[in-house]
Structures are given as structure tokens and as C-alpha cells.
């Protein structure tokens, strides 16, 4: 598969992963977050647009409020998932604001892509802001939203953001180095698959094996969302999240991670 794809991309979705955003405690990982500032800055400067889709509200709100993070009752996890938005935006708008770059909170529900009216302004609003260079950060109202603190649905919340946008590429940034044909967590002999083109065909093929400790999207959403932008002739790629530079690596088209383009979707 050809990765000057990647090279061409404008505009880049970048969605980015619990277990990436949080550092072994649970916190959220400002140093992260720092050097995702630098990249992203320089990509930017290049002539680049980006579009964040973030995971990590309930972590943080876990970090803000320990005392509540045993509690399984929906409320407490839509509580968590309030007060740790407010920590989360905090630290991307202070990180970022250092590199000259302002943020804003775009907050949705599946609910949202299925109204027209919806659609277009959420559109409109992404439009404008990036338009004035204001790099907007998407993730779920799990406030509001039951089923996505179950399901963990944020790759497809950034595949239906890609595809709304018209984004050229969408980049998943995960705890792994990309999609392996089967757990290299549970197996030693795991060997990663650099680029896909066929989706059933791995669907088929891979074992699928447990999910992050954090992380609540696994192997089969992200070929899910694969799937989905696929459609619309967007290829995906999932990189390890925590690597340096791993973003300007990929889009210069070096062989890391995984590629997911299937035309014939």
C-alpha cells in the first residue's frame, strides 16, 4: 500500500485515546499533551488543518475526585464524566495557549449525525473556528449519552467527525503500535499489520483479545470506524499514541502502524 497518501493529507482528524492521555496513575498526562502542542503547531504551520477528538473526561474526573472512583451507578459516572471535562479542556487550553494556539469544546451524541439541522451546524461551527484557526476538540456528551460510558464509542464518534468535516485522514492514537493479528499483550508471538486493505478479510483472520485497562474502544471499533471512512475514501491510520513524533512520522510516510485503506468497501 502506498503511504504518500498520507502525505497529502489537509485535514487531519486526531483522535486520541484514554490510556494515551493518561500516564500510569490515571492522570491526565500533561506532558502528553506538551509534546502534542509541539506537533501539532508545526503541522499547523505546514499549511495542515486538525480537527482533536478526545477520550479521557471520566479519568480525569476519577483523578479530581477519588473518593467516587468505585462508585458503578450511572449517575456517578456521568457526574465524573462533568467534572472531569472541565479539568481535561483546562489543560489543553493552558498547554496549548503556550504554542499561541487556541481551543474549543465541541461536545455530541450519535443523536446529533442523525439530525440534518444538527449536522449542519455543528459543520457550520467547525468551519468557523477552523477557519480563524481555532482547533476544535470533539468528544461525547457522556453527560447526557448512557450508552456511549458503556460502549467506549469515541473511534466512531471521530469517524463520523472525519466524514462530516470531509477530512483526508483520520488518525486513531492508541496504547499499541497499531492492529496485530492478535493480542500482543496475551501472546509473545504477535506480529503487527502494517497496512490493511481488505477489512473482512482481517476481521477473519485476527484474534481479538482483551481491551485497556483504560481504554474502553478495542480492536473491532477501530475497524469499525475503518470501515465507515473508508466509504468516503478517507484512509485510517492507528498509531501508539505515547511515541515521539509519531504523527509527523506517519503523514511523512513512514512504515509505522497501521494503514487501513479498503477501497473496494
Known sequence: MNRE?????????????SSTLTDESGKIDKEFIKGLSDEIKEILDSGKKIIIVSSGARIAGVSTIGRWSRKEDIHYKQALCAIGQVELM???????????LHVAQILLTKDDFESKT?????????????DEGVIPIINENDTV????????DNDMLAAY???????????????????YDKSPKEYENAEII?????????????????????????????????EYVNKFN????????????????????EDIGTLIFDETN
Not at 118 to 130: A, H, Q, S
Not at 164 to 176: C, H
Request: charged share 25%; no cysteine; hydrophobic share 45%.
Open 118 to 130: 444538527r449536522t449542519l451546524n455543528i459543520r457550520n461551527t467547525i468551519f468557523t473556528l477552523i
Open 145 to 152: 449519552s448512557v450508552d456511549e460510558i458503556k460502549i467506549g
Open 194 to 226: 502494517h497496512n490493511i486493505d481488505d477489512i473482512k478479510q482481517i476481521k477473519n483472520m485476527i484474534s481479538i483479545g482483551n481491551k485497556s485497562s483504560f481504554g474502553s474502544g478495542g480492536i473491532e471499533t477501530k475497524l469499525m470506524a475503518a
Open 90 to 100: 483546562d489543560s489543553y487550553r493552558k498547554i496549548f495557549w503556550e504554542k499561541n
Open 234 to 253: 478517507i484512509p485510517l491510520i492507528v498509531l501508539k499514541g505515547k511515541e515521539k513524533r509519531v504523527i509527523s512520522r506517519a503523514i511523512s510516510g
Open 161 to 179: 467527525s472525519s466524514v462530516l468535516w470531509g477530512a483526508d485522514l483520520l488518525i486513531l492514537m492508541s496504547d499499541i503500535d497499531g492492529i
Open 5 to 17: 497518501i498520507l502525505k497529502s493529507a489537509r485535514k487531519i482528524v486526531i483522535k486520541i485515546g
